[in-house]
Each structure stands twice: as structure tokens, then as C-alpha cells.
């Protein structure tokens, strides 16, 4: 019989020291972090275009000497501001303090008058414009908050007055403001 030699094989096989396994290079799956990524930058996004500061426009009138803008008394609501107080008037000054129309409001009461106001422009035939001719004029006195001015303006825009001014106050509604105070 044919003789093995084991030595030879017990030999090749058996090597000194402990034989390492080989470890597989770690994977990392980027997915999650990749998802993450993409809501973090629409998120951001969103929150930037819904936090950004809108304007009010506001259209004032041309500061000209030579043609100074026609108003119809009849259309015309002019509030003016001091410090703490609102008074109105309808129509024009002259009109208003000859028959001593002036009234002290609120300004939660600025939007009952300005609806009021509204109501009867529409209500009135001769009136073609109807509510959209209604001018809110806004007289701030030098002592009138900035508060005030903006809030007028935010009742403006809640009563849906499309036409509204900031004008300078005059010398006559200044001397009364002062004899009021």
C-alpha cells in the first residue's frame, strides 16, 4: 500500500500564531442623514419666505402747490391723532368746526364710523363710487405715537378703505388740539 504523508500536509496547514479574521471596512448608510439634511432646508426655507417683513402700501398725494388734489367733502373722513386721543370729522374743516362736528373716538370706534361712513356712500345713490370713494384722511399731531399712526392704518386696511392718506395736520386743527388738551 501507498503510504500518506501526512507530514508534509500537517505541516502547511498548521502555521504559527493565531490566524486573524479579516473584518469587513464599516458602511456607513447615508440615507437617514441625506433625508435629514433635505427637511432642515425646507424647513428653513419655509420659515424665512413666511417670516418676511410685508409692507403696507401707502399712496400719498403729489406734494403740489400748483394743482393741490380735489376731494368731495362728501367722501372725505379725516381722523386726527394726539397723544392718546382720536377725534374725526366728516367734510371739510370749516364746515366741520363752524357747526361743531368735531368728535372725540376710540379707536375701536374709528371702525364703527368708518363702517357707518361706508354704509351710507353705499346706500346713497348719488354717490357713483359707493364705499371705494371713501378718503380716509390721517392728521397726526407733532405728540401722536407712531403706534397710533399704525394702528389707524391697520383699521384702515381691516375696514377695506382703499383710498387713505397721511397729510400734514394744519395750523387751525393744531390750535384746537391745544385747546382741547
Do not use: C
Not at 400719498?60 to 394726539?82: F, I, Q, R
Not at 357747526?99 to 354717490?127: A, M, P
Request: proline share 5%; net charge positive; aromatic share 8%.
Amino acid at each position: 500500500m501507498a503510504q500518506l504523508d501526512m507530514a508534509a500536509d500537517s505541516s502547511a496547514r498548521k502555521r504559527p500564531g493565531v490566524r486573524r479574521m479579516k473584518k469587513p471596512l464599516p458602511r456607513i448608510d447615508m440615507t437617514p442623514m441625506v433625508d435629514l439634511g433635505f427637511l432642515l432646508i425646507s424647513f428653513f426655507v419655509i420659515t424665512t419666505e413666511l417670516s418676511r417683513p410685508g409692507g403696507l402700501p401707502l399712496g400719498m398725494p403729489k406734494d403740489s402747490k400748483e394743482h393741490p388734489t380735489e376731494l368731495g367733502e362728501s367722501y372725505a373722513l379725516t381722523v386726527l391723532l394726539t397723544a392718546g386721543k382720536h377725534y374725526y370729522y366728516e367734510g371739510s374743516w370749516n364746515n366741520a368746526f363752524r357747526e361743531n362736528s368735531i368728535r372725540e373716538t376710540s379707536l375701536t370706534g374709528l371702525r364703527d364710523i368708518i363702517t357707518r361712513k361706508q354704509k351710507i356712500l353705499d346706500d346713497t345713490l348719488r354717490y357713483r363710487e359707493g364705499r371705494k370713494g371713501l378718503m380716509l384722511l390721517i392728521k397726526a399731531s407733532p405728540n401722536a405715537s407712531y403706534t397710533s399712526v399704525v394702528d389707524l392704518l391697520d383699521e384702515a386696511v381691516i375696514s377695506a378703505v382703499e383710498k387713505y392718506a397721511l397729510i400734514a395736520i394744519s395750523e387751525e386743527e393744531k390750535n384746537w388740539l391745544r385747546q382741547r388738551e
